[in-house]
C-alpha cells in the first residue's frame, strides 16, 4: 500500500486530536473532499498498527517541513532525500507535498509536534530514534549538515524525551564520518571487547528493516534502516582493527 493509503487509512479510524490530528485531518479531506475522483481511501495493512503508522508519516512530514523553514531554504537534494523516505506513485506524491507545504505553512511550531509524538511514543522510544533517522537523513542530503539542523533536531530530540548523551549517539550513527566509532556504538573507549561485541550484536538486530517494520515502521524507511546497519558495521570493524580483535 502507498503512503498516501496509509495516511488516509489510519485517518479512518483514529482521532489523534492535537497538531498531528488536525494535519491527518486535513491530509483525509485533501483527498475525500478535495479530489473525490479518487474514490474512498484505501485501509491500512491489516498486519501493522495503522494509528501508529499515520503517527509516525505524519511526524516525518510535519518535521521535515519545519526543519526545512528552520533552515531558510530547500534545496533539490533534500526535497529528493524526503521523497526516498516517504514515497508515493507520482500521482499521490503532489498529495504528500501537499501536507509538506501545509505543515510548513502552520502556526504550530515544531515543538507541539514533537511533544505529541514523544508522548505518543513514550513506550517505544526506538521508533522516536527511527523517525530522527528519517530526519537527518533529509538533513545531511546536501552534503552539508548545518548548525541549524544541529539545533534543530537537538531541541526535537530533547522533545521526545532524549538526553544529549543519547543525540549524540543518534547523531554519530547519522553522522559516522565525523564521529567515534565508539559514540555510534554507543560506548566509551574504555568498553571491553565482550561490550564492544554485545552493543555492535544489538544495534544490527535493533535496526535490520524487518524490526522496524515490526515497531510500525512505514517499509518506505528500509534505506534508513540500511544506512544505520551500515554506519554500524563500519564502527564496528574500525573498533576491530584498532583493537586487533
Known amino acids: 500500500m502507498s503512503i498516501w493509503g496509509k495516511i488516509v487509512g489510519g485517518a479512518a479510524g483514529f482521532a489523534m486530536g492535537g497538531p498531528l ?18 474514490g474512498a481511501p484505501p485501509q491500512a495493512d491489516p498486519r501493522i498498527p495503522r494509528e501508529r503508522q499515520a503517527a509516525f508519516i505524519m511526524g516525518v512530514i510535519a518535521l521535515a517541513a519545519k526543519m526545512a523553514k528552520a533552515d531558510g531554504t530547500v534545496s ?21 507535498e501537499w501536507v509538506f507545504d501545509q505543515a510548513r505553512q502552520s502556526s504550530a511550531g515544531f515543538e507541539a509536534y514533537a511533544r505529541q509524538l514523544g508522548r505518543l511514543f513514550k513506550d517505544d522510544p526506538k521508533v522516536l530514534e527511527d523517525l530522527l533517522d528519517g530526519l537527518f537523513h533529509v538533513a545531511r542530503a546536501d552534503g552539508v549538515f548545518h548548525a541549524v539542523e544541529d539545533k534543530y533536531l537537538r531541541e526535537v530530540a530533547r522533545l521526545f524525551g532524549f538526553d544529549e548523551n543519547a543525540y549524540e549517539r543518534i547523531k554519530a550513527r547519522n553522522l559516522p564520518e565525523h564521529a567515534s566509532p565508539y559514540t555510534v556504538l554507543g560506548l566509551t573507549a574504555e568498553a571491553t571487547d565482550a561490550e564492544v561485541k554485545a552493543a555492535y550484536r544489538r544495534l544490527v538486530k535493533e535496526h535490520h528493516p524487518d524490526a522496524m517494520i515490526a515497531r510500525g515502521v512505514p517499509e518506505e524507511f528500509i534505506q534508513v534502516a540500511t ?12 573498533i576491530e582493527k584498532m583493537r586487533g580483535m
Not at 490530528?21 to 479518487?38: C, F, I, K, M, S
Not at 524526503?82 to 503532489?94: L, S
Open 21 to 38: 490530528g488536525a494535519l491527518l485531518g486535513l491530509a483525509a479531506g485533501h483527498v475525500l473532499v478535495d479530489e473525490p475522483q479518487r
Open 76 to 96: 533539490l537534494a533534500e526535497i529528493a532525500a524526503f521523497r526516498e523516505i516517504i514515497k508515493a506513485p507520482p500521482g499521490e506524491m503532489r498529495n504528500v
Open 227 to 238: 544506512a544505520q546497519v551500515a554506519a554500524i558495521n563500519g564502527a564496528y570493524e574500525k
